[in-house]
């Protein structure tokens, strides 16, 4: 599980073990100031972040940045 | 007799300048108690005075927490407070935590005591027990009127310099600090005394409960995700547009599964969210900014993933209580295993 959420503080406090940080609260794999296109890609690359922290061997909770 | 100055920090609910759609203003000052700190003035009768109120979106300060809090501080220094109080917050976690990061820049900035409170689920209270003392509250503003006295009384008793009981005593959140006294029996006879009773099923009363967090170890890296079917789950309350399962805008008391298999992207006609802790303007324009499945799609054709699963579970994480998220999560988790489900994206605002 990799949880992605924009208050990082609050995902590390219940445990999530891989955080992605999210842009923002009402919008976590979005941003309503960018167009569309540019959006879309904002969350591709979220995403794909998840991805590469579900690929990642970690110890602790990790932050993946 | 000198007058205490405090200064008091709300959001902009308490404020009375708006709900959710008003969760993003910026910090804000006005002179005097307002909102629940005329409550908070009445408290401390003549003894101290509430002479200014600062105000912040909890959505902003959860965004922008530097530059709030930059901002907020020269707003409260500019007052020379005396004791500053923040809250309370009850059961709003972003309100808890902006709460909780204020105070302890004041504590830390101005060298005077803060005092706040929040409901024991409040993911403030695991945040900031240790920097000060969070009074024990009921899980919403109803409770408004039997917290903000206490609020007040241990403020004031900080402000004297008097002792401070027992978190029982005071009714603040056990802080995890541990404080040297003699007692009558040493440790050992104590310890085999409660052995004793344990031993005979007699009951017992440990002298150091262990905190329940709730962790889990980290489960091993995926090797080739081409092989693994993923799942999307949410927090964000993200359901179709009838809520047939009738899930809560906060405190669900029930989780939803909802196929998507027909949609390349979350369609805003036949989805809508229902969460009640944020502002839903954004993710009604495109849900997809909540549950990724234009992007998640895409990389499924692409071969990055081996396939997304048909259906997204959701539930709203507002309020929502611990035990119940627990048990959400266990029955679900049950599913996706059965279904074989290799991984999972959970999305929360």
Same mark, same amino acid.
């Given at each position: 599980?990799?949880?992605?959420?924009?208050?990082?503080?609050?995902?590390?406090?219940?445990?999530?073990?891989?955080?992605?940080?999210?842009?923002?609260?009402?919008?976590?794999?979005?941003?309503?100031?960018?167009?569309?296109?540019?959006?879309?890609?904002?969350?591709?690359?979220?995403?794909?972040?998840?991805?590469?922290?579900?690929? !990642?061997?970690?110890?602790?909770? !990790?932050?993946?940045? | 007799?000198? %007058?205490?100055?405090?200064?008091?920090? $709300?959001?902009?609910?308490?404020? *009375? $300048?708006? +709900?959710?759609?008003?969760?993003?203003?910026?910090?804000?000052?006005?002179?005097? &108690?307002?909102?629940?700190?005329?409550?908070?003035?009445?408290?401390?009768?003549?003894?101290?005075?509430?002479?200014?109120?600062?105000?912040?979106?909890?959505?902003?300060? +959860?965004?922008?927490?530097?530059?709030?809090?930059?901002?907020?501080?020269? /707003?409260?220094?500019?007052?020379?407070?005396?004791?500053?109080?923040?809250?309370?917050?009850?059961?709003?976690?972003?309100?808890?935590?902006?709460?909780?990061?204020?105070?302890?820049?004041?504590?830390?900035?101005?060298? $005077?005591?803060?005092?706040?409170?929040?409901?024991?689920?409040?993911?403030?209270?695991?945040?900031? %027990?240790?920097?000060?003392? $969070? #009074?024990?509250? *009921?899980?919403?503003?109803?409770?408004?009127?039997?917290?903000?006295?206490?609020? &007040?009384?241990? +403020?004031?008793?900080?402000?004297?310099?008097?002792?401070?009981?027992?978190?029982?005593?005071?009714?603040?959140?056990?802080?995890?600090?541990? #404080?040297?006294?003699?007692?009558? %029996?040493? +440790?050992?006879?104590?310890?085999?005394? /409660?052995?004793?009773?344990?031993?005979? *099923?007699?009951?017992?009363?440990?002298?150091?409960?262990?905190?329940?967090?709730?962790?889990?170890?980290?489960?091993?890296?995926?090797?080739?995700?081409?092989?693994?079917?993923?799942?999307?789950?949410?927090?964000?309350?993200?359901?179709?547009?009838?809520?047939?399962?009738?899930?809560?805008?906060?405190? &669900? @008391?029930?989780?939803?599964?909802?196929?998507?298999?027909?949609?390349?992207?979350?369609?805003?006609?036949?989805? @809508?969210?229902?969460?009640? *802790?944020?502002?839903?303007?954004?993710?009604?324009?495109?849900?997809?900014?909540?549950?990724?499945?234009?992007?998640?799609?895409?990389?499924?054709?692409?071969?990055?993933?081996?396939?997304?699963?048909?259906?997204?579970?959701?539930?709203?994480?507002?309020? @929502?209580?611990?035990?119940?998220?627990?048990?959400?999560?266990?029955?679900?988790?049950?599913?996706?295993?059965?279904?074989?489900?290799?991984?999972? #994206?959970?999305?929360? @605002?």
């Amino acid at each position: 599980m990799v949880h992605i959420a924009t208050v990082v503080p609050i995902a590390l406090t219940v445990g999530a073990n891989r955080i992605v940080p999210a842009i923002g609260i009402p919008y976590p794999l979005g941003n309503p100031n960018l167009e569309p296109i540019a959006e879309k890609k904002l969350r591709r690359s979220i995403v794909e972040r998840a991805l590469n922290a579900l690929e !990642t061997e970690i110890e602790d909770q !990790t932050v993946f940045e | 007799m000198k %007058k205490f100055r405090v200064v008091h920090y $709300i959001n902009n609910f308490f404020a *009375g $300048i708006g +709900g959710e759609e008003k969760a993003d203003i910026p910090p804000e000052m006005r002179v005097g &108690a307002h909102g629940p700190g005329l409550a908070l003035q009445q408290a401390f009768g003549e003894e101290a005075e509430v002479v200014a109120t600062v105000i912040c979106g909890d959505s902003y300060y +959860g965004e922008n927490m530097e530059s709030a809090e930059e901002e907020l501080l020269e /707003m409260i220094k500019e007052q020379s407070p005396d004791l500053f109080i923040a809250g309370p917050a009850f059961n709003a976690g972003r309100y808890g935590v902006a709460c909780g990061a204020i105070a302890k820049a004041v504590q830390e900035s101005l060298d $005077i005591p803060v005092v706040s409170g929040m409901y024991e689920e409040n993911p403030g209270v695991d945040m900031f %027990k240790k920097e000060f003392h $969070i #009074i024990k509250t *009921g899980n919403s503003a109803a409770d408004m009127r039997h917290s903000m006295p206490k609020l &007040a009384t241990l +403020g004031m008793k900080l402000l004297k310099g008097d002792l401070i009981g027992s978190p029982s005593e005071e009714q603040y959140h056990t802080r995890g600090i541990r #404080i040297n006294y003699f007692n009558d %029996k040493r +440790g050992s006879l104590r310890a085999v005394e /409660m052995l004793l009773k344990k031993v005979k *099923g007699q009951t017992y009363e440990t002298e150091y409960p262990m905190p329940d967090f709730g962790q889990v170890a980290p489960n091993p890296a995926i090797k080739d995700f081409t092989q693994v079917k993923v799942a999307i789950v949410t927090s964000g309350g993200v359901v179709p547009t009838d809520n047939p399962d009738r899930i809560e805008s906060s405190s &669900a @008391t029930k989780y939803g599964i909802y196929d998507i298999s027909a949609y390349e992207a979350m369609p805003s006609d036949v989805f @809508t969210t229902i969460h009640g *802790g944020y502002d839903r303007t954004y993710a009604l324009e495109d849900i997809n900014r909540v549950v990724p499945l234009d992007v998640m799609r895409e990389l499924e054709k692409e071969g990055r993933i081996g396939s997304l699963e048909k259906y997204f579970v959701t539930t709203t994480g507002t309020g @929502t209580s611990v035990g119940n998220a627990r048990r959400f999560g266990q029955e679900f988790s049950q599913k996706l295993m059965e279904d074989g489900v290799g991984a999972v #994206i959970l999305t929360s @605002t």
